[in-house]
């Protein structure tokens, strides 16, 4: 199997990981919908499975034939409504879609066929949809935290980004550094600055990446928060007492981190 893809064309092997992409993104998608349905207060149907249920319209509830849930080309096709009820679907869904084909692609090219390039793809398929549910709920699941915990534990198992050690000290240190500035926080204002979910995501971010690793997504993500947050309070969308979705950002940094990290580079890090 590697044989043969190694074999095969750039250009097809570049095709193939768009693809392999768009329907993961599409997965992924349905995945956050239904996380949302069941931790949120949007009205459920009557019963919902998280992998199992037919696909239905987000509006009217109608089921969705399989020519309306090809990623991307079906909400082009129908012009961003739904067929049944003619309301608009959100423009997150399709962008889900095109985020996991570029960004798996671009993993694919950075790296190659490599098995840095599948943990890598894997630790951001699990970002995208963390990054999507806090920035439209401010949620973020322990299914999705607590289930990338065990995948960055493992992939490190076979020290693809960092030592297992590194990893497990990770874990903790995310876990307890943002429970330790929330606790300061709380302290200061009598209120909690980080959610609970924010310390497993962080965590989770650790088991991936070790622990030397947390401080560069910390500063990249409350800087970028800083700014963003600075930016909707002079244009009046937010004030200091707005929650942000942290985690969003976090996830960020962490993608951001997949894209620019070499092997060799984390190799310096192992403990
Ligand atoms: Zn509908």
New binding site residues.
Partial sequence: MARLLHNLPIGVLITLSGLIGLIIGSFLTMVCYRLAIKLTCIKRPATIHLLLSRSF??????PIAWYDTIPVVSFCLNKGH??????SITWLYPAMELSTACLTTVIFLQHGLTALTLGATIICWWLLPLAVLDYQYLILPNALTLSLIIVGLSLNYFTLFTSFSAAVIGTLAGYFSLALIDSLYYLWRNHHGIGQGDWKFFAALGACFGWQRLLPILLIAAVSATLVGCGLILKGRATLKSALPFGFFLSLAGILLLLTCDSQAFAHFTL
């Fill in positions: 319209c987000p509006r009217c509830r109608h739904c067929r049944h009820c003619q309301q």
